[in-house]
Antibody, heavy 121, light 108 residues
Framework: QVQLVQSGAEVKKPGASVKVSCKASGYTFSSYYMNWVRQAPGQGPEWMGMINPSGGSTTYGQKFQGRVTMTRDTSTSTVYMELTGLRSEDTAVYYC??????????????WGQGTLVTVSS | EIVLTQSPGTLSLSPGERATLSCRASQSVSSSYLAWYQQKPGQAPRLLIYGASSRATDIPDRFSGSGSGTDFTLTISRLEPEDFAVYYCQQYGRSSWTFGQGTKVEIK
């Protein structure tokens, strides 16, 4: 079955960087975008950006431009999200989620299990 | 950026009752790119509805979506105990995705 498995929880100090991974299985890796979404405690989801695993092209949300980098490794069907210049407001659960590249509709399914990133001094 | 406003913030209902959740967009949204998700505590969101009205795989038919333009609705015809959760709408437009702030459906 289609599955996205993320790396484990991280604790970082303000100003540091974090890199979260998301390993895909059960489908053709290059046929779907991979998105990153974060959710702060008690808040709704917030889209950060997406990567096309086929060529590696990326689209980032305006809020995260300059601080986020998304990459992929096609040999292991894994995508990575690195966020730099961490501050306390970046404390959140970070999710990866698949979306179609082609087709009439657009949606996120499935989602990874989430990775808690805590930023604290 | 298109802003999605969900109402009400919290809906208090009993099992067996009908739930009607609203999602209003700040500007017109393509129905093809409007989705609904369910999230339970400690879990990732789960896709319920895509294309404004199409149920995702294995989603029971008590869930239905409707609407177009700027006004969209998620209806749960008869609430089951497992339906008490938070629901989010989502849209794609101008190369970015946005989510509503959510509606919590709680047991009355």
């Amino acid at each position: 079955q289609v599955q996205l498995v993320q790396s484990g929880a991280e604790v970082k100090k303000p100003g540091a960087s974090v890199k979260v991974s998301c390993k895909a299985s059960g489908y053709t890796f290059s046929s779907y975008y991979m998105n990153w979404v974060r959710q702060a405690p008690g808040q709704g989801p917030e889209w950060m950006g997406m990567i096309n695993p086929s060529g590696g092209s990326t689209t980032y949300g305006q809020k995260f431009q300059g601080r986020v980098t998304m990459t992929r490794d096609t040999s292991t069907s894994t995508v990575y999200m690195e966020l730099t210049g961490l501050r306390s407001e970046d404390t959140a659960v970070y999710y990866c989620a698949r979306s179609p590249i082609d087709g009439v509709f657009n949606w996120f399914d499935p989602w990874g299990q989430g990775t808690l990133v805590t930023v604290s001094s | 950026e298109i802003v999605l406003t969900q109402s009400p913030g919290t809906l208090s209902l009993s099992p067996g009752e009908r739930a009607t959740l609203s999602c209003r967009a700040s500007q017109s949204v393509s129905s093809s790119y409007l989705a609904w998700y369910q999230q339970k505590p400690g879990q990732a969101p789960r896709l319920l509805i895509y294309g404004a009205s199409s149920r995702a795989t294995d989603i029971p038919d008590r869930f239905s979506g409707s609407g177009s333009g700027t006004d969209f609705t998620l209806t749960i015809s008869r609430l089951e105990p497992e339906d008490f959760a938070v629901y989010y709408c989502q849209q794609y437009g101008r190369s970015s995705w946005t989510f509503g702030q959510g509606t919590k459906v709680e047991i009355k």
